[in-house]
């Protein structure tokens, strides 16, 4: 099992109201959510979440099933907008944006289910996530070996630890590796930060084992926030957690004061803990 890292303590900031309009975030806030609601007709699926990610912080949100936390996801990457309240991304109002904009200012995301290109190979799949956020994505001419989008290519095999596998079928990969890939497809073209919707579902104590590893390698300056059913993962790899129930927040902390927390023992780690 992997060592637990140090935990960093939040940065202090002083809450602002939810508004309409734009507004300048505090220093260091990459992502903010301020009271944000998401309606289905007569169903809150989210319903008045707030909380901030600082830059350079690794999150986690944790929930039971239902609990909303992919349903938020959905509303900060633009798929589902929210119905109510305000997202901001490093101190801009993207609540409106279409998700392609998004991408194009940093914010990347990873999903529950697999979107790879299962024909191609690794590299291949990797170069397409390279070119799809790079200048001249729509140019049909493969750049040569010399050339930045091939470069970046190969920094990511490296990154995303696949370089052994790069000319291997995605088809062939075992599902450990696929989520690798899909990591690595998400940290191309510099993301300033990346959304993982439970990347340790489905994973043996080895793949769960090379996640960890793969976590907690990147960047310093690189924030994330995470879904994640696997508690000993999730509070492995994050330095602040937020506990979500019934679309609501629950609790917000530190891994240490939300592992000691006797309603989320309760809720969510069962008499074990």
């Known amino acids: 099992m992997a060592t637990i890292t140090t935990l960093r303590p939040p940065a202090s900031r002083t809450p602002q109201p939810a508004h309409g309009g734009s507004t300048q975030l505090l220093s260091g806030d990459a992502l903010r959510l301020d009271g944000v609601t998401r309606a289905f007709g007569a169903l809150r699926a989210i319903d008045g979440v707030s909380l901030a990610v600082t830059a350079g912080q690794k999150y986690a949100i944790l929930g039971s099933n239902g609990a909303g936390k992919t349903t938020l996801f959905n509303a900060i990457t633009g798929d589902f907008p929210p119905t109510a309240g305000r997202i901001h991304f490093f101190g801009e109002d993207i609540t409106d944006l279409p998700p392609q904009d998004r991408i194009r200012k940093g914010l990347r995301r990873t999903y529950q289910s697999s979107l790879l290109f299962r024909d191609l190979s690794v590299r291949d799949n990797l170069f397409l996530a390279v070119r799809g956020v790079a200048s001249g994505r729509f140019s049909f001419r493969r750049p040569g070996a010399g050339h930045a989008s091939t470069r970046a290519t190969e920094d990511l095999l490296e990154r995303a630890r696949l370089s052994h596998i790069a000319d291997e079928k995605v088809a062939n990969l075992a599902h450990g590796q696929q989520r690798q890939l899909e990591i690595g497809m998400a940290l191309a073209g510099a993301p300033r930060l990346i959304l ?3 990347p340790a579902a489905g994973l043996s104590p080895a793949e769960r084992r090379e996640l960890v590893a793969l976590l907690t390698s990147l960047p310093a300056h690189m924030s994330f ?31 240490a004061e939300i592992e000691g927390d006797a309603q989320v023992q309760a809720i969510y780690m069962g008499s074990k803990h």
């Not at 330095?239 to 019934?246: A, Q, S």
């Open 225 to 255: 926030v995470l879904i994640e059913h696997d508690l000993d993962i999730a509070l492995r790899v994050v330095d602040r957690v937020t506990v979500m129930h019934n679309g609501r927040v629950l609790r917000t902390g530190s891994p």
């Open 196 to 198: 993982f919707d439970e």
